[in-house]
T-cell receptor, first 116, second 109 residues
Framework: DTGVSQDPRHKITKRGQNVTFRCDPI?????LYWYRQTLGQGPEFLTY????????KSRLLSDRFSAERPKGSFSTLEIQRTEQGDSAMYLC??????????????FGPGTRLTVL | GQNIDQPTEMTATEGAIVQINCTYQ??????LFWYQQHAGEAPTFLSY??LDGLEEKGRFSSFLSRSKGYSYLLLKELQMKDSASYLC??????????WGAGTKLIIKP
């Protein structure tokens, strides 16, 4: 399977703990996005990378959230000191963007986070 | 500000046709996407429009009017498996997707 993969698929943690999620994009894609989605809402943009550079981070994202894409391939999203409000589905997507050309974003299956 | 509006929920009958509307306001515009999302699953790509007009793809068609900031997704010959949320998303000047909240489509036999 050459689609976007995410690990873990489900994570249950206690409030105050740190969690880390991983995303492996489609190999030739240069952009990688992280979104958060709650029930009945569309995906909420968190951050994105062009290759290894983090180009934008949502103003809604607190300092407890950090993301990396060290070699321009896989990415990690870490949430420190989790809060109950962090409970959501965390989606990763990748796309291939060239000058003057845009392709759709392909989504991974998501990581469902539950903070108790 | 940037905004996407679409109805929260729609109901239709199996075999019928349904049109899901979407209006958008974005900083710049580089196209309009429709995604399908089944409950508990990730969104999957349905269509992309950047020029005015209708794009047809099997039972699904998508229409765009840039001057009106308006798009619709047309689903024909509805099947029970089409029960899902349909997300409208506009690509802004930074090639960022601005997402609507989704339209939950309920198909009844």
């Amino acid at each position: 399977d050459t689609g976007v993969s995410q690990d873990p698929r489900h994570k249950i943690t206690k409030r105050g703990q740190n969690v880390t999620f991983r995303c492996d994009p489609i190999s030739e894609h240069n952009r990688l996005y992280w979104y958060r989605q709650t029930l009945g809402q569309g995906p909420e943009f968190l951050t994105y990378f062009q290759n290894e550079a983090q180009l934008e981070k949502s103003r809604l994202l607190s300092d407890r959230f950090s993301a990396e894409r060290p070699k321009g391939s896989f990415s990690t999203l870490e949430i420190q000191r989790t809060e109950q409000g962090d409970s959501a589905m965390y989606l990763c997507a990748s796309s291939l963007v060239r000058s003057g050309d845009y392709n759709e974003q392909f989504f991974g299956p998501g990581t469902r986070l539950t903070v108790l | 500000g940037q905004n996407i509006d679409q109805p929260t929920e729609m109901t239709a009958t199996e075999g019928a046709i349904v049109q899901i509307n979407c209006t958008y306001q974005t900083s710049g515009f580089n196209g309009l996407f429709w995604y399908q999302q089944h409950a508990g699953e990730a969104p999957t790509f349905l269509s992309y429009n950047v020029l005015d007009g209708l794009e047809e793809k099997g039972r699904f068609s998508s229409f765009l009017s840039r001057s009106k900031g308006y798009s619709y997704l047309l689903l024909k010959e509805l099947q029970m498996k089409d029960s899902a949320s349909y997300l409208c998303a506009a690509l802004d000047s930074n090639y960022q997707l601005i997402w609507g909240a989704g339209t939950k489509l309920i198909i009844k036999p």
